[in-house]
């Protein structure tokens, strides 16, 4: 079974300031990894995807995640946060056989401070 | 543009009715999916369909009803006999690029249910 744990349900840091929102993952197969984010009262749009292509994936918006398979993880950073990045960030990892069934974290809170 | 459309973006209705939240997508995917939010607890998967005239029960299927007469569109059922129906409906499909599965969401439909 696939399952993600994102640590910290709200994570605050200033403007300009490094963003660091963690995910780790639990996959019986080699997994495909996602992040996602929501801004009030929308949908999820995707930031980045792992894919086994390569370890370190960069998405929109300047955020980025490293696939680490030691440690079972696939945290989200952005090193200088601004005003338009709080939201909400969801880690999602699918089955690597079938690919077709997504599971979600709980969600991650961030806010940033002027 | 491609994409998937939610409606209505609000809903309210008395406790006791049935209501139908509509998903229509353009993308030509044949994986469309509802899921729940609520504060705290992250995505939970209602109910799935990976082609027309087939779907599968997620994880909290109780209460809740699909139909899936054409690839377009999968809406979904509240029926009085789910408890606790007022939450955030997201609608989402999806569609394999080389290889690996990507989901796309719709914006949304917040049902309120007095």
């Known amino acids: 079974a696939q399952s993600v744990t994102q640590l910290g349900s709200h994570v605050s840091v200033s403007e300009g300031a490094l963003v660091l929102l963690r995910c780790n993952y639990s996959s019986s197969v080699p997994p495909y990894l996602f992040w996602y984010v929501q801004y009030p009262n929308q949908g999820l749009q995707l930031l980045l995807k792992?894919?086994?292509?390569?370890?370190l994936v960069k998405g929109i918006n300047g955020f980025e995640a490293e696939f680490k398979k030691s440690e079972t993880s696939f945290h989200l950073t952005k090193p200088s946060a601004h005003m338009s990045d709080a939201a909400e960030y969801f880690c999602a990892v699918s089955d690597g056989n079938t690919g077709n069934q997504f599971y979600f974290g709980t969600g991650t809170s961030l806010t940033v401070i002027p | 543009d491609g994409g998937i459309t939610q409606s209505p973006k609000y809903l309210f209705r008395k406790e006791g009715q049935n209501v139908t939240l509509s998903c229509e997508q353009n993308?030509?995917?044949?994986?469309m999916y509802w899921y729940r939010q609520d504060p705290g607890q992250g995505l939970r998967l209602i109910y799935y369909?990976?082609?027309?005239?087939?779907?599968q029960k997620g994880d909290i299927a109780e209460g809740y009803s699909v139909s899936r007469e054409k690839k377009e569109s999968f809406p979904l059922t509240v029926t009085s006999a789910q408890k606790n129906p007022t939450a955030f409906y997201l609608c989402?499909?999806?569609?394999?690029?080389?290889?690996?599965?990507?989901?796309?969401f719709g914006p949304g439909t917040r049902l309120t249910v007095t």
């Open positions: 993308l030509n995917h044949d994986a």
């Open positions: 369909s990976q082609i027309v005239n087939d779907f």
């Open positions: 989402a499909s999806s569609i394999r690029r080389r290889g690996i599965y990507e989901q796309y």
């Open positions: 792992y894919t086994s292509a390569a370890t």
